[in-house]
T-cell receptor, first 115, second 115 residues
Framework: NAGVMQNPRHLVRRRGQEARLRCSPMKGHSHVYWYRQLPEEGLKFMVYLQKENIIDESGMPKERFSAEFPKEGPSILRIQQVVRGDSAAYFC?????????????FGSGTQLSVL | AQSVTQPDIHITVSEGASLELRCNYSYGATPYLFWYVQSPGQGLQLLLKYFSGDTLVQGIKGFEAEFKRSQSSFNLRKPSVHWSDAAEYFCAVGGASGGSYIPTFGRGTSLIVHP
């Protein structure tokens, strides 16, 4: 039973380019969460999605960031026109239940580096 | 708003010594409390969780944590640390009401184990 799969593991972009991060949840999980980890700041919640719906995007920056979780395929976190401050580790987690969240299963993350 | 404070950024212990990692939380009602562990380059793994009932909870790898409502604390303990326990430890709070059901994480405590 595969865990949460994230790709790529490492992504290098130049300022102004677009970054697309992918996340396939565990089999049977329909709830996906994206977190961002900056050095010594812990994990910051970004967005919570269910299939085809954004449930909570209170942690998403208002501009340049978007997320989707289509009916088929992985969840995508998209960052347009990246800046150096976007450099961070981005983690996806999934759960079988929504409210409340009893356990999150995390992927290994995507390390985004913006040159 | 809910929050988690992990006052120790780094903790250093000798192998075989006991360990206590501190966690204080703020939440509007009865919280769900979690401890996760992150090994280098990996995602987070759930160590243990508290939802209700016995305030002393047992987790994997010999860890335990005690919920103290009066102190708003959920400290993680282990009687004898192994070198393989060296990792980053995150406390998180969520719940079913009184705050967000999506877990909020602390900044983490880095555990260093000396031989």
């Amino acid at each position: 039973n595969a865990g949460v799969m994230q790709n790529p593991r490492h992504l290098v972009r130049r300022r102004g380019q677009e970054a697309r991060l992918r996340c396939s949840p565990m089999k049977g999980h329909s709830h996906v969460y994206w977190y961002r980890q900056l050095p010594e700041e812990g994990l910051k919640f970004m967005v919570y999605l269910q299939k085809e719906n954004i449930i909570d995007e209170s942690g998403m920056p208002k501009e340049r960031f978007s997320a989707e979780f289509p009916k088929e395929g992985p969840s995508i976190l998209r960052i347009q026109q990246v800046v150096r401050g976007d450099s961070a580790a981005y983690f996806c987690a999934s759960s079988p239940n929504g409210m409340p969240v009893e356990k999150l299963f995390f992927g290994s993350g995507t390390q985004l580096s913006v040159l | 708003a809910q929050s988690v404070t992990q006052p120790d950024i780094h903790i250093t212990v000798s192998e075989g010594a006991s360990l206590e990692l501190r966690c204080n939380y703020s939440y509007g009602a009865t919280p769900y409390l979690f401890w996760y562990v992150q090994s280098p380059g990996q995602g987070l793994q759930l160590l243990l969780k508290y939802f209700s009932g016995d305030t002393l909870v047992q987790g994997i790898k010999g860890f335990e944590a005690e919920f103290k409502r009066s102190q708003s604390s959920f400290n993680l303990r282990k009687p004898s640390v192994h070198w393989s326990d060296a990792a980053e430890y995150f406390c998180a709070v969520g719940g079913a009401s009184g705050g967000s059901y999506i877990p909020t994480f602390g900044r983490g405590t880095s555990l260093i184990v000396h031989p």
